[in-house]
């Protein structure tokens, strides 16, 4: 079992910065994937920002179109730990912020998932 807790949200002005973070714990040991999706009331769960490890490859980084140039997603497996750095927030922005993790088996040149797992959520709120 794989579990995720997410810190860090809150309440900020537009043009504010917050910085997310989410701690692993169990056993990760075939974790290839980690991001950070949100939700806002009303719409569907979206990526935010993804980091995939795969085989003769350094990891893939991706983000979402919206958060270009704003949010920037960091990891430390080491620490087990995951970040994503939110600058310059919109109060489109606003939504619980969920870690995410994907654990599955090597297969050619990337994996198959078995397991998705989720952490409960971080609300962040942007508004004047």
């Known amino acids: 079992q794989v579990q995720l807790v997410e810190s860090g949200g809150g309440l900020v002005q537009p043009g504010g910065s917050l910085k997310l973070s989410c701690k692993v714990s169990g056993n990760a040991g075939s974790i290839y994937a980690m991001g950070w999706y949100r939700q806002a009331p009303g719409k569907q769960r979206e990526l935010v920002a993804k980091?995939?490890?795969?085989?003769?490859?350094?990891?893939?980084?991706t983000y979402s179109d919206s958060v270009k140039g704003r949010f920037t997603i960091s990891k430390d497996y080491s620490l087990g730990a995951l970040y994503l750095q939110m600058n310059n927030l919109k109060p489109e922005d606003t939504a619980v912020y969920y870690c995410?993790?994907?654990?599955?088996?090597?297969?050619?040149?990337?994996?198959?998932?078995?397991?998705?797992?989720w952490g409960q959520g971080t609300q962040v709120t942007v508004s004047s």
């Open positions: 995410n993790a994907e654990s599955g088996r090597r297969r050619g040149l990337g994996y198959d998932k078995e397991s998705d797992f």
């Open positions: 980091i995939t490890n795969v085989i003769i490859s350094d990891d893939i980084t």
